[in-house]
DNA sequence: GTGGACATGTAAGTTGTTACATGATTGC
DNA sequence: GCAATCATGTAACAACTTACATGTCCAC
């Protein structure tokens, strides 16, 4: 069920500073973005059904200088829900597409040439999320929130830094190999 | 377009000893699983599709001991459209879902221990997962199979190996972080 | 006679994306 | 007057999964 894990995230980022859908799509792509996606396809059907299982309620609120909007607050039933489902153990490991991989797989079909330039490019892409993350890390170290947010979220970018430079070396040694042919 | 690539795996396994949708289906699983998974529900309608566009051929063969079975050919055509896939470039990174960062992203919500156990949890999995990919690797060195097919396959296995590897050394830093909080 | 490998296929459902529609307000 | 940001929403589509239906042949 993702789709689970899809409302659990919406119903977090409530206690998390997020009360809008608007909000909740900024925060998912600044933040969540490199574990989890979402649209506003998604946002706004799943925040009604947050009000309709008692999880969340809503209140129209008009703002100067800006349109109005819906706020949703977690309620004590949400609360709960939330933290039920934070103790549920994960079953399985994700696994991802990778059209590199999936190229890859088939290169013997094509010149080495091509295949290296293919592997570079990925580089530099992972280097580019390398960098955004760290980026990321910095600026929470030096902005105000409290401590107990920030010592998560920054855990959570450690893992993508992690990750992303074991790719990075992959990369290097591969091409090396490829070389080396 | 992931369909598109879904479309050039299952051609590509035409060229790599499957012609069948239960031996493709069969290699998926075995082999492509940690960057690319596939069902019946589109094997077999994507067969047809090839044929239809002229990449694939199929004649249907009895064989001693075992049901009847649809032998799928690649044709020039379907060659040709691979290799001009495989030069087609890598637009972006693609991301996972990853339900443990997701939980870790609300885990102040909860009692560190249990968080602990939870990473403790997915520790174990990366390392079975390490320890299959361990031996894939193994048995391809071991057995028959041309070079430049093994070469390709071997590469593959390396990514999941080093960026495996890596998310266990984050599970076990992060568990010693929360356990001196 | 039953379980397992081999084999093909589809219908319904799930999940998610994309593109569109609408509109307030501010600053250039 | 136009672009940007803030704001909400939906309809159509795309991709994929699950569950089901069907059947052969072999070995135990």
Request: glycine share 8%; hydrophobic share 35%; proline share 2%.
């Amino acid at each position: 069920m993702t789709k689970e894990n899809t409302q659990f995230a919406i119903l977090g980022l409530l206690t998390s500073g997020c009360n809008t859908g608007y909000s909740i799509k900024q925060m998912m792509d600044g933040s969540l973005t490199h574990f989890w996606k979402i649209s506003y396809g998604q946002i706004y059907p799943i925040l009604k059904g947050l009000v309709d299982q008692g999880y969340a309620s809503v209140r129209e609120t008009s703002q100067e200088g800006k349109p109005d909007k819906k706020e949703y607050q977690i309620t004590d039933m949400g609360r709960d829900a939330l933290r039920k489902w934070l103790e549920h153990p994960i079953k399985e490991l994700e696994t991802t597409k990778n059209e590199l991989l999936l190229k890859l797989f088939f290169s013997r079909h094509q010149e080495s040439q091509v295949t290296i330039r293919h592997i570079l490019q990925y580089q530099q892409k992972l280097e580019d999320r390398y960098h955004t993350y760290h980026t990321i890390k910095n600026n929470i170290s030096a902005r105000h929130m409290s401590q107990a947010d920030a010592l998560y979220w920054i855990i959570t970018l450690d893992y993508g830094l992690a990750t992303t430079k074991a790719a990075i070396g992959w990369c290097g040694e591969t091409i090396s190999k490829l070389k080396g042919e």
